[in-house]
């Protein structure tokens, strides 16, 4: 089966930066297209970012995050990472990657797997 582990969250500093990863078994990345999420304390899930051919292979980013956030993948390690720059507050979530299983003809915004997440915690 397929499966979606994060890394890399941690307790920062505001002003910090830090890189997730996101690694995936059981299935190759270039035939998913990769989310990045997050849930911050009493609020939904948030869509970041994503990496997918419905992107050209290229990073899409919400408008909240652009310019500190930066998608990446790496195809030969099978992993999915996001940078953030420039760490403030607000960011303090739990940070999700999820796929997309291009295979399964899922829909466009809809996620095949998902992982348990990893916390990112940015003190002041």
């Known amino acids: 089966q397929v499966q979606l582990v994060e890394s890399g969250g941690g307790l920062v500093q505001a002003g910090g930066s830090l890189k997730l990863s996101c690694s995936v078994s059981?299935?190759?990345?270039?035939?998913?297209?990769m989310g990045w999420f997050r849930q911050a304390p009493g609020k939904d899930r948030e869509f970041v970012g994503d990496?997918?051919?419905?992107?050209?292979?290229?990073?899409f980013y919400v408008d909240s995050v652009k310019g500190r956030f930066t998608i990446s993948r790496d195809i030969a390690k099978n992993s999915l990472y996001l940078h953030i720059d420039n760490l403030k507050p607000e960011d303090t979530a739990v940070y999700y990657c999820?796929?997309?299983?291009?295979?399964?003809?899922?829909?466009?915004?809809?996620?095949?797997?998902w992982g348990q997440g990893t916390q990112v915690t940015v003190s002041s």
């Open positions: 999820a796929a997309n299983d291009y295979g399964k003809d899922t829909g466009l915004f809809e996620y095949d797997y």
């Open positions: 059981g299935g190759t990345i270039a035939d998913y297209g």
């Open positions: 990496i997918s051919r419905n992107t050209g292979g290229k990073p």
